[in-house]
């Protein structure tokens, strides 16, 4: 049941995006953690076949039934759909498609999948009348039409209001036990509380991989709340690596990551997820 890559490479041109990918993955949860340009969406279109000039070895999950499976459902970066369709008719084409036009209960799980993301109320609305959020949420319910094997979700979240994205780890979380969800983003809540798998990706390689505890584990004793009481203070933290500035009981405060305490007033704090993610990507400048 393990998507499993081994030492996948990618360039366009003479630029390298992809550098010895090496990954197993079991059902669950996974995040792809970094900046835009680190290589997220062309690892998701070599997983997806979409890209086909790479090298290295991609093992998908072997099929254990005879009737037609889906083995991918994916969500773009940038999801636009057929703006003259409608919700419903956009949803029932496409799960036709994935389908070979010749799976029945097609139509039962476009109206689960329209319940589970919000859309019951949108069904008669042609995809361009949409806004953002709500074809972001059309985006996602194709995704997961028929229940593929492996879901990427390229930038999910991107237009979701809050209680939106609650809903939606909230849906990750109970179907994570039997299907292979990736996510890509460079926003660090999409997956605190989530993955059970971070991969940390720079200039095309993994540069760190962990859970979240693990990951946080690893900056421990790097992370230091300065109070800023005046200029010489602010100049001092100037080329430091600040996560954070923030208000404590009326004292501006930075978050500086440093192996090494900056300041005698720099008082040692316990790492967030977002610490890690930047002592990791920023480790050259420590």
Known sequence: ??????????????????????????????????????????????????????????????????????????????????????????????????????????????????????????????????????LRRVGLAQAFLLNPKIILLDEPTTGLDPTERIRLKNYLSNISKTQIIIISTHIVSDLEYLANKIFIIKSGYIIA?????????????????????DRDTEYSIKNELVSMIHEDRGVTVARVINRKKISKEARLVKPTLNDAYLYYFNGDQL
Not at 209 to 229: A, K, M, Q, R, Y
């Open 1 to 134: 049941m393990n998507l499993t890559l081994n030492n996948v490479e990618m360039q366009y041109g003479n630029k390298k995006v992809l550098n010895g990918i090496d990954m197993d993955l079991a059902p669950g949860i996974y995040g792809l953690l970094g900046a835009n340009g680190a290589g997220k969406t062309t690892l998701f279109k070599v997983i997806s076949g979409y890209a086909t000039k790479y090298k290295g070895e991609i093992h998908y999950p072997a099929s254990r039934k005879r009737a037609k499976e889906v083995l991918i459902g994916i969500l773009p970066q940038v999801f636009v759909g057929y703006p003259l369709m409608t919700v419903y008719e956009f949803l029932m084409y496409m799960g036709r498609i994935k389908s070979g036009f010749n799976r029945a209960g097609i139509e039962e799980d476009v109206l689960n999948n329209m319940e589970v993301f919000g859309l019951k109320e949108l069904r008669n609305k042609k995809l361009k009348s949409l806004s953002g959020g709500q």
């Open 209 to 229: 991989s962990g859970n979240e505890s693990e990951l946080i584990n690893d900056c421990e004793g790097s992370v230091w709340e300065v109070p800023i009481h």
